[in-house]
């Protein structure tokens, strides 16, 4: 690991007021992460690569954060939205925040353990042996799930999330989800299958967690659709089930044995490349692929039985954990 020190002006994607921020901290590296040479060498072997976005990504364990690096919650900070001070290093790369990501992962567990039956939460969290490795693991896959087929850069210099100007959120959730999906391709083939789990297992979490609390705590849902549209697919698959245990509803998972959930990552991405990446890629105009994008999340919101199942767990009141 080496040491880098960065200052200067720093804004986040969602607002247009910089700030002088800092970070200080060491690069994290070593045996079992992936770095961008692998994981672009993989991205260009895809066949739905188009040929141009690539990741520059660099996980960092930080010891020192200000101004927005530290008031804001981002965990991915962007270096084409970093001004560097004369004196400063630059910010070549994006930067992934391991220890705010693993911080954050040990404030949530109390509202993740809430959702599912004991022993399921028990045996997915035996998988997660290395837990700031596969933080920083899945937002590599992660951001090379984006940049194929229809690559987020590009849908966004289209205006592809904004048709007529307004930003419609749900096309928004959906490429994030897209994401989410393809990532589990790239990690399936680039992991070993423990690990790859472990990048599966601790994504299905978050994603769930981060919803639950944002409901308890914040009277929102942080991650908008995204929880709700992997609930449906994983319902589909045959993963989850919402049981009612003495009053409580609780997800129910089928089968935690690494693998059958190397074959679930892989139908989750298959899911994708059918569904998401092939429809997209059929037509060039990219109001019709945001129509395309806007009828599956229409589709699975009318999927009125999941959308009930869904609420009866992550709506239900809080328990004493939880609020605690």
Not at 179 to 206: R, S, W
Not at 233 to 257: D, K, M, T, W
Request: net charge neutral.
């Amino acid at each position: 690991m080496s040491h880098f020190s960065l200052h200067g002006q720093y804004r986040v994607q969602s607002r247009r007021d910089y700030a002088t921020s800092a970070l200080e901290g060491e690069w994290y590296g070593g045996p079992g992460l992936l770095g961008n040479a692998g994981i672009n060498e993989a991205l260009r072997a895809h066949p739905f690569w188009t040929g141009q976005a690539q990741v520059a990504l660099r996980p960092a364990l930080i010891s020192q954060r200000f101004g927005k690096f530290a008031s804001e919650p981002d965990i991915l900070y962007k270096h084409d939205l970093f001004i560097p001070a004369p004196d400063s290093d630059a910010m070549l790369e994006n930067i992934v925040d391991v220890l705010k990501s693993w911080q954050n992962w040990i404030q949530r567990k109390k509202f993740v353990q809430t959702l599912f039956c004991a022993e399921d939460y028990q045996h997915a969290m035996g998988h997660l042996s290395d837990l700031q490795a596969t933080i920083a693991n899945e937002y590599m896959v992660h951001e090379a799930g984006h940049f194929i087929a229809y690559d987020v850069s590009t849908k966004q210099n289209d205006g592809y999330f904004a048709p007529g100007g307004k930003t419609v959120w749900p096309l928004i959730y959906l490429e994030e989800f897209r994401a989410d999906l393809n990532a589990f391709g790239f990690a399936v083939k680039l992991l070993p299958p423990e690990q790859a789990v472990q990048i599966f297992l601790y994504n299905l979490l978050l994603r769930f967690g981060v919803h639950r609390q944002g409901i308890l705590t914040l009277h929102s849902a942080p991650y908008g659709l995204i929880p709700y549209l992997l609930f449906c697919l994983l319902n589909e698959l045959g993963f989850v089930a919402v049981i009612n245990v003495h009053g409580r509803y609780y997800f129910r998972l089928s089968n935690l044995h690494t693998t059958t959930l190397i074959g679930l990552m892989q139908d989750c991405a298959h899911h994708a490349k059918v569904q998401l990446n092939t429809v997209e890629m059929a037509t060039p105009r990219s109001w019709e692929r945001a129509l395309a994008a806007a009828s599956y999340v229409r589709n699975r919101l009318e999927q009125y039985e999941q959308t009930r199942q869904f609420a009866l767990v992550m709506n239900q009141p809080a328990t004493d954990k939880e609020q605690a």
